[in-house]
């Protein structure tokens, strides 16, 4: 079974600081899916970014970037310079290949509530 | 951009009574998902449609939820007779048809509900 941990389920920081969401990931599957999501207050999830098991490069995204290492199961999000519009809560998930014809099912960590403070 | 629809936004009922959510997901999206986001958890699963066809439904509550996709574009979720413990938010997501988990969910606002 598929299993998704954010250790962290609050972090607080002042504007401008750098701050890594840790996400850690159990799967049987040699190919899988890798995703983060951020919900605003709003609600809606928004997604981020994906990644699949083979492809470990680290990606950055203006101020976001993720490392992926498949060694010790782990896909953290890296905030640089963060702002108060990235206060949210951030989601990562697992999809699994179970070539079964359709599209699968997210298993979601319980996700980091990030505050970012003026 | 295009966009996954829900309504309504929010619902408060009274324990047992039924209600229903609405989802229109991106237009051309085969694949249709239903999630249960109860407060300060993540979300999760409750069904999953590819075109018309349940292709996952095994952690839905079938003894008093139901949901459709009676021609493959929009759903509807129903809970009747709503417990207390149903308070949540519901999410609808949508994605292509590409199978293998590649592709990726995009989620609609989603329907807050309060059981009273």
């Known amino acids: 079974a598929q299993k998704v941990t954010q250790a962290q389920t609050e972090i607080s920081v002042v504007e401008k600081e750098d701050v890594t969401l840790d996400c850690v990931y159990e799967t049987r599957d040699t190919t899988y899916y890798l995703f983060w999501y951020k919900q605003p207050p709003s609600g809606e999830l928004v997604f981020l970014i994906r990644?699949?098991?083979?492809?470990?490069q680290n990606e950055i995204s203006g101020r976001y970037s993720w490392n992926f290492q498949k060694s010790t199961s782990s896909f953290n999000f890296t905030i640089t310079a963060s702002q108060v519009v990235d206060s949210a809560v951030y989601f990562c998930a697992l999809s699994e290949d179970l070539n079964n014809n359709a599209g699968n099912m997210l298993t979601f960590g319980g996700g980091t509530r990030l505050m970012v403070k003026p | 951009e295009a966009e996954v629809a829900q309504s309504p936004r929010y619902k408060i009922t009274e324990k047992s009574q039924a209600v229903a959510f609405w989802c229109d997901p991106i237009?051309?999206?085969?694949?249709l998902y239903w999630y249960r986001q109860i407060l300060g958890q993540g979300p999760e699963l409750l069904v999953q449609?590819?075109?018309?066809?349940?292709?996952?439904d095994s952690q839905l509550p079938k003894d008093r939820f139901s949901a459709e996709r009676l021609k493959g574009v929009d759903s509807t979720l129903k809970i009747q007779p709503a417990e207390l413990g149903d308070s949540a938010m519901y999410l609808c997501?949508?994605?292509?048809?590409?199978?293998?988990?590649?592709?990726?969910?995009?989620f609609g606002p989603g329907t807050r509900l309060l059981v009273l």
């Open positions: 449609f590819q075109d018309e066809s349940v292709v996952d």
């Open positions: 990644r699949n098991s083979f492809d470990e």
């Open positions: 997501a949508s994605s292509p048809w590409a199978g293998q988990g590649k592709e990726t969910q995009y």
């Open positions: 237009s051309g999206h085969a694949t």
